[in-house]
């Protein structure tokens, strides 16, 4: 308000050189963020097809597990003596927002996606987020040098290749726009790339669905009074949710301490991929590998066992933990909705609303992005479970505690006065 009172009493001269000045930033940041939206989101489509492909194969063919220690051993060997930086995954864009240094290699595109692929192909418990999230901001820093952009104008365009790539992965613009907002500064949002966030995720969203590939449909939430009774659920519930958020973040880093004792890393997701197997042939199922789509959209149906959020949060924290590449959205998005379908039997909400809210919820702990997993939800299964799906997302984000899945987050602002000290330090520093 103080700004637009500022500018109500130049003179008429200057306020029409700010107009230029939006204009010309306008103009350029649709130029940048479309160029963004047209790389992410074809890198994005090829990404799904090839995804999609691997998961049938690998549900037609399901001897191939036995191969895990051995596509683990290729990822390994991949990223030790090409990776470099790239091993950083996530965690170095994110880094490179915060404190500028190197370019991001472009190898690290070609690196994800084959190590992803590879994981999934094999029957590795993997999402899918993380590669498109990297190759978002990998090709999206390859126009730094090319426009000649400054280190501010550089931050930027990282957050759109960030919101770019999460948007066409999901096919939701308004959750990728907030997350890449979100994600790198705890409790804070960078508002001066608010435009570019947006338009590069509208853009990337619209290349993917014109490259003619889909998303998976979610039921949409039926209409639920909002009772004290029903808020009280959801309030119980979200806790829940963030706990359990809280110590998938905690296993996953634990164990990806562990397998870091091995000194040849190549080695690290030898040894987990041969665990793995283990496990899933020891459990008789493939319920719980790859992206775990199925799984999801049944948890929507009818209430699951608790040992379905159980065996998936473990598997994906080995999966992760060892070394090999791929997400952690979608398994958490399996994670939140079988536990919040297992709820249905016990908290007085219908089994869909729950399963949503688990959905987002979990995830929101995890990412500490509550406000990009609220609109998720609202893209996703419609406007009529908003109430429930905002409470989830917050009570869950903040029982989360400093703790999440991408170590490099920077706390600019703790979730409770008491943990102030916190502010200006990464989340792998406490």
Same mark, same amino acid.
């Given at each position: ?36 939206? #047209? ?143 979100? #994600? ?209 997302? #917050? ?36």
């Amino acid at each position: 308000m103080l700004l637009s009172t500022f500018f109500r009493h130049l003179p008429a001269r200057l306020r029409g050189l700010e107009s230029t000045a939006t204009a010309v930033f306008l103009g350029r940041w649709l130029l940048f963020s479309v160029l963004v939206g #047209v790389l992410a989101g074809s890198a994005s489509a090829f990404f799904l097809v090839a995804l999609d492909w691997a998961t049938n194969w690998r549900e037609q063919q399901p001897w191939v597990l036995a191969l895990l220690p051995v596509a683990g051993m290729g990822i390994g060997l991949a990223y030790q003596y090409f990776g470099k930086q790239a091993v950083r995954g996530n965690n170095l864009i994110l880094e490179e927002i915060d404190t500028p240094r190197a370019p991001i290699p472009l190898r690290l595109v070609p690196l994800v996606l084959g190590g992803t692929l590879a994981t999934h192909l094999f029957g590795g418990s993997a999402g899918r987020e993380g590669t498109a999230v990297q190759m978002g901001g990998a090709l999206a820093d390859q126009l730094t040098r090319l426009l000649r952009l400054r280190p501010r104008d550089r931050r930027l365009l990282l957050i759109a290749g960030m919101s770019a790539g999460f948007a066409s992965v999901f096919g939701t613009p308004l959750a990728g726009a907030v997350f890449g907002l979100e #994600v790198f500064l705890l409790g804070s949002i960078r508002y001066d790339a608010v435009l570019p966030a947006f338009l590069a995720a509208i853009s990337a969203d619209f290349v993917t669905r014109a490259w003619g590939v889909g998303h998976t449909q979610y039921p949409q939430l039926a209409a639920f009074p909002i009772t004290p009774l029903g808020l009280g659920s959801t309030l119980l519930a979200g806790a829940l949710f963030g706990l359990v958020a809280r110590s998938f973040a905690v296993l996953t880093h634990w164990l990806s301490r562990q397998f870091g004792r091995i000194a040849y890393a190549p080695l690290r997701p030898v040894l987990g991929g041969a665990l793995l197997v283990s496990i899933i042939w020891a459990s008789g199922t493939t319920r719980y590998v790859g992206l775990g789509i199925p799984v999801i959209v049944e948890a929507f149906q009818l209430p699951l066992p608790p040992a379905d959020f159980v065996w998936k949060l473990l598997l994906t924290a080995l999966t992760l933990g060892c070394g090999f590449k791929g997400g952690e959205v979608t398994p958490l998005f399996f994670i939140g909705a079988a536990l919040g379908s297992a709820l249905a039997v016990v908290l007085p909400l219908p089994v869909a609303l729950l399963a949503a809210m688990g959905f987002v919820g979990v995830f929101a702990g995890a990412a500490n992005t509550p406000l990009a997993c609220l609109l998720m939800g609202l893209e996703l299964f419609g406007v009529q479970g908003a109430v429930y799906l905002a409470l989830a997302c #917050v009570v869950a984000y903040l029982f989360s505690g400093h703790r999440g899945i991408y170590g490099a987050q920077v706390i600019g602002q703790a979730k409770h006065p008491r943990y102030g000290r916190h502010q200006g330090k990464r989340l792998n520093e406490l």
